[in-house]
């Protein structure tokens, strides 16, 4: 047997052989053996409590009482009796300028009053001699009022004399510099031996202190952030800073928490003009004397009332271009994404304004993993929020306040800030019905017909394509259902009562039939008459029409029904809802018929009349 005749006998053999082992091996391994299983995710439910929103602003520390120390005195500088940086107390002695030059003058000031007091002692005797001589007529009345006169300049001497001894005695005080404030001390700007001013606002500076405690915040709020504060203080969601002592927080540029607790202290009366924000001031006790001023920092203010939110971590939220996506597990373990608006963080976790509800099951672990519309495997997880000791201490702290101003005074604006106020949701009075339109009788005479606009004044009206050859504007009337027929609806405030009068027939229009041939006139250029308009009957005294339907406040009717064809409603009728009132039925104007392919007349414009 040739080689190559033996190998296709050993193939044709083999083949059959391997492909029954193969099915075996299948049986044996089962039908699912070789698809994967679903991708394992942890899922859990959105933790859902009562929390406080807080708004972070930058700011600086400021001391309650800073002093720039200056002398009330000139002269030498003499000595320093402080150590720079130190913390001094009010009254240390701190700088010591050259008191001769006010020694000297406090010893002349003490010898001024001396002498004037002598001089008044004198004066005062000879007054009461001037007197006893007086009585005894051996003086003449002006040597007695001489000497008065003398005693009295005596006595006005000695009183500024005193006045100069106290000044030299303040003089000679000042030279000693007291510290006026307690606080931390800075260098000394003035070494000792330099001649400096004094008593006056450019007098030379020495050093300055600052108060450590308590010590202030000073920051600036945007516009946006004033005017929510305001408006929930309106509606009484959050207490307004201005009027209450509102806790607060800050951090330091090196801390990650916000662990220094104040309150609100100040907040402006006026928007800066030039950096359009509103200043507020916080107090901090800062008895340790940590905090300094000039010192960096962020300040955190209640920016919401306490209301129940939806928490949920960063980690769970993926992002879709511009969107926020959360991976929620639903039926038979399959994913959907749940678009959301997150919030700013609370205890760690981020709120969740809008898309969940806090009873989903959601994908906090292994995003990567779970697909929209795939099946995964849930493995239970829990979400806990980071430790923090201030929020349940301020959530029973924090409480709603009455609204400044009346539910009935709110603005829109005010009511969409409210987060649990449940009673300024509802309106303060509830809607009135729509009243019944009030008939006015109008008397119309009977051969007075109203004038159509014209076509270029209506809404969405074309242009007349030949301007020479007027046409009749085609108003879409405001239809009503009667019990006969389609008449046009009279507006709600405009329905007026008529005198009876007769009815006017309406005669349906009646299109040629292909096998007979339309009727011609010659009277239009031996056109067929279905291409001349009708002439519009002579208005005749209206019969009035009862409506069984009331009319629409704003009926809406579509271009094409500007022509009545019969009993029946055009397309885009609407049902009125007005009372049944008594109308006037007017003429009706026949819909011509549409005109054949070798027509050249338009059938929306009447037919030229014959010359």
Known sequence: MPKFYRWVLIATIALPLLAACGKQQDQAQGPGAGQMPPPPVTVATPLVKDIIEWDDFSGRFEAVDK????????????????????????GDLLFTIDQRPYQAALRQAEAAVANTQARLEFTTSEVGRAKNLRERGNVPERILEQRIQEQRQAAADLSSAKGALDQAKLNMEFSEVRAPIGGRISSNFVTEGNLITGGTADSTLLT?????????????????????????????????????????FVSLADEANFRHRGR??????????NTGTMRGRAIFDN????????QFGRIRVLGSGKYQAVLIPDSAIATDQSRKLVLTVGENNIVKSVPVTPGPLVDGLRIIRQGLTGSEKIVINGLQRAQDGA????????????????QPELLEMIQTTEPTVTPDKLSPEDVSYATHNEDLMKPSAPPRDNAAPTV???????DEQVKSPAPEALPGAKPNPNPKMPREAKVPPKLSKTTETWTPAVPAD????????????ITPPVAPSPETPAPVDSSHGNKPMSAVAP?????APVAPVTVTEPAPAAPVATPDAGYITGGEAPSGALPSTAEPNVIPAEPRVERPPTLAPDQDQPADIPARPAR
């Open 67 to 90: 002093v720039d120390v200056r002398a009330r005195v000139g002269g030498y500088l003499k000595s320093t009796h402080f150590k720079e940086g130190d913390f001094v107390k009010k």
């Open 208 to 248: 300055t202190i600052v108060s450590l405690s308590p010590i202030h915040f000073v920051f600036d709020i945007d516009e946006q952030a004033y005017i929510k504060y305001s408006r929930l203080a309106r509606i009484g969601d959050r207490p307004s800073g201005r009027d209450n002592a509102n806790p607060v």
């Open 264 to 273: 609100m202290d100040f907040v402006d009366n006026r928007i800066d003009n």
């Open 287 to 294: 008895e340790d004397k940590f905090l300094t001023p000039g």
């Open 375 to 390: 099946p995964v495997t849930p493995e239970p997880g829990e979400i806990k929020a980071t430790a923090n000791d201030i």
């Open 440 to 446: 006015k009788p109008t008397p119309i005479a009977g």
């Open 494 to 505: 405009e329905v007026v009562a008529t005198p009876p009068a007769a009815e006017v027939p």
């Open 535 to 539: 002439e519009t009957p002579a208005a």
